[in-house]
């Protein structure tokens, strides 16, 4: 048994590796690494007892020679390769390069192939784009729109929509929620990253190593008997659990509670976006682990073991908040992801994109006292609503997919296809049903053409919009012909907003705002 896995030394990478070792069945691991990644060394080092099973082809993703050394004679592929923010925002040129260009082309390496090794794809909860209080929880199926100016989401829904569209016999897809590993706080402590998480967004979280424990059991349970049409050829969330669904003030709060304070002492209101995150909390995240028994952490007990693994929060508790507050999170105001920064170079286009403009930017320069917070209570607009309600999965209030998601695969029809598409403000062009992962020709509310499988469509929140060829981000004038996507835009956005968000050829924020259609 031959097992490929690409983005071994990432974060993710590292807890599959420690786990997908145990299992005696693969004979053989292959591993692609940047030729500059130092991180391989460490990782061939701790582990020395298995060198033998280890092969390290090095190169990029990005090269198709490079995929087809990468997956010949493998029975597995597993994809976790993917330039993440900050770094795809700093480098957005390398995350079309991975996240887009690369999955296209090892699905293209694998379809090519007589006898076709099983791709285990990971996607990302980003997909989803911006939620709120209004529908925190959501699920496979939800209509993805991705948030503007957010590269890493567009090229990762880019990617994904390759491989559900792909020939490969055997592929998962599994959209990875918010992970917490031991370099977190470090990493979210050199850029201006953390001020995009809104504090009332809701995230689910999950662990690095449960992220592992899951991925080793789908390769030991498929390994021991084929999962056939119980995961093959699907799409799911993988999530944390119900302990694990918070905000972002709660996240911030239990980080910073390592060091004897709280979110409050070290941030204000205006520090962080309104808006343009991503993260839910899934209503479906229980599926992954009734198939395969991962979730075991919570949030909880990885903050405990971070503080006993590094002693130096302790010190933070001697060390004066202010002082703290000045060098570890003001200096960060610098760095051209804040919105500080983009306040001070005039970025017109993002602050409309993450608060919906400079005025509801500068009226959040206000005491805590005056701003809203779910986790005390309040809903955006000061009205009172019981967050502890919200966060209880039976209270979910799920949108209207003007399709039936739990309807048996063998029921769905001709019809089915129609109700969405024309929900969407487009139209199918098919006329006859022939199953779920056949193909069929569709045409959007802007009357361009495109073919894409039932499941896509139904099953999976797909929709041909410009962000699947472009980067550009045109959900407000889209929401107002699209009933689907109107069901969460309009959340929180507003419906006179008429903006286009989109990136110049030199990856500038740019925006367009036209008269109302």
């Known amino acids: 048994m031959v097992v490929a896995i690409t983005g071994i030394t990432g974060n993710m990478g590292q807890a599959t590796l420690k786990e997908v070792v145990k299992i005696k069945e693969i004979d053989k691991f292959k591993f692609l690494v940047l030729p500059d990644d130092k991180r391989i060394k460490k990782l061939l080092k701790t582990y020395k007892n298995f060198k033998n ?17 990468l997956v010949k004679d493998c029975d597995y592929v597993v994809n976790l390769a993917a330039v993440i923010p900050p770094h795809s925002d700093k480098f957005p040129e390398k995350a079309i390069e991975c996240n887009q260009v690369g999955v296209d082309n090892l699905v293209s390496v694998i379809e090519s192939m007589e006898k076709q090794p099983k791709l285990i794809h990971i996607s990302t909860v980003a997909l989803y784009g911006n939620r ?9 199926g939800d209509p993805l729109l991705v948030s503007p100016f957010d590269i890493y ?26 992970m917490l590993h031991n370099n977190m706080l470090s990493d979210n402590m050199s850029d ?9 967004a809701p995230l689910e979280w999950v662990t ?19 999962l056939g049409n119980v995961f093959w050829k699907k799409c799911f969330n993988i999530g944390g659990g119900a302990k694990n669904c918070l905000t972002g003030f709660d996240t911030l709060n239990d980080g910073f509670k390592l060091i004897g304070g709280s979110a409050k002492d070290f941030f204000k209101p205006y520090y962080n976006a309104t808006r343009n995150f991503h993260g839910m909390w899934f209503y479906d995240g229980h599926e992954l682990n009734d198939l395969f028994d991962y979730q075991s952490e919570n949030t909880e007990t990885f903050w ?14 001697i060390v004066p908040k202010g002082l703290i507050s000045t060098f570890a999170i003001k200096r960060l105001f ?31 320069f206000e005491p805590w006292e005056k701003f809203n917070l779910l986790v005390e209570n309040k809903n955006d607009l000061g009205e009172e609503i019981d967050y502890e309600a919200l966060r209880n999965v039976k209270n979910a209030k799920l949108i209207d997919y003007k399709f039936d998601l739990d309807k048996d695969d063998s029921k769905i ?10 929900n969407h403000g487009g139209k199918l062009l098919s006329k006859a049903y022939n199953g779920l992962y056949d193909k069929y020709e569709f045409e959007n509310c802007d009357g361009v053409k495109f073919t894409a499988t039932a499941y896509s469509v139904l099953k999976a929140g797909h929709w041909i919009s410009q962000i699947y060829k472009e980067n550009v981000w045109d959900f407000d004038r889209l929401a107002k012909k699209d009933k689907i996507f109107a069901e969460i835009w309009y959340d929180s956005h507003d419906v006179n907003e008429n903006n286009l968000y989109y990136f110049d050829d030199k990856f500038n924020a740019k925006m367009k705002t036209s008269e109302k259609d």
């Open 53 to 69: 099973k280890f092969e390290i082809i090095y190169g990029n993703i990005g090269d198709k020679k490079v995929c087809e050394k």
């Open 132 to 140: 709120n209080y209004k529908h925190p929880w959501g699920r496979v």
């Open 153 to 178: 989401s567009a090229t990762k829904l880019r990617g994904e929509f390759r491989v559900l569209e792909s020939s490969i016999k055997n592929w998962a897809v599994l959209r990875q929620t918010a």
């Open 192 to 200: 201006g990253l953390m001020f995009h998480t809104c504090f009332n």
């Open 208 to 226: 690095a190593h449960d992220s592992g424990v899951l991925i080793a059991n789908i390769l030991r349970k498929d390994i021991a008997k084929d």
């Open 304 to 317: 405990a073991e971070l503080l006993k693994s590094h002693s130096y929060y302790k010190i933070g508790k």
């Open 334 to 364: 610098k760095d051209d992801n804040s919105p500080a920064y983009w306040a001070k170079h005039n970025d017109h286009a993002r602050l409309v994109a993450y608060f919906g403009g400079e005025e509801k930017y500068k009226a959040l």
């Open 413 to 422: 029809n001709i019809d089915d296809l129609k109700n969405v598409a024309e």
